[in-house]
């Protein structure tokens, strides 16, 4: 809305199992593909992120999006998806203040999001300090309005999301 959206809270967690994906919260399909595309590329870089592949054979990753009544869909929470299973499976808590959004690519690149200026809105409301955005949108982040730039720290990121310190 003119108002700014919400934030989307993103929970994982892994449990025994045979290897399967569990997603729910509503997703549409353009979410679920996103979560796809990050288990894939997790999968693909076990070792930047000192995974034994045992862990994905062995194990269960569930993903779920609160308020499962909302429906969800579009592509802008794939880095945040990507780095919630990287959490998951490796133990590394994420900053509680920071909020990210981007479209993941199966190499991990961050694709350009819409609406930045909604999605900051939603951040601001929400207590959050620091969001972090791909590179794609550094001509938004200096058309955000001034309330917003004052008042939280906006990062923007030019690598993958493994070269990216996101952790707490």
Known sequence: TVFGGDILPIEATLYKGKG?????GSLGDVMQESCHIALSY???NMKEFFLNEKIFSENDIHIHVP?????????????AITLAIISCLTGRKLSADIALTGE????GRALAIGGLREKALAALRSGIKTIIVPKD?????????IEIIDNLKITIYFFSVKWYNFWA
């Open 20 to 24: 399967e994906l569990k997603l729910t």
């Open 42 to 44: 997790v999968k693909a």
């Open 67 to 79: 308020e499962g009544a909302v429906n969800k869909d579009g592509p802008s929470a794939g880095v």
């Open 104 to 107: 993941v690519t199966l190499r």
């Open 137 to 145: 949108n550094k001509k938004n982040v200096e058309e955000l309005p």
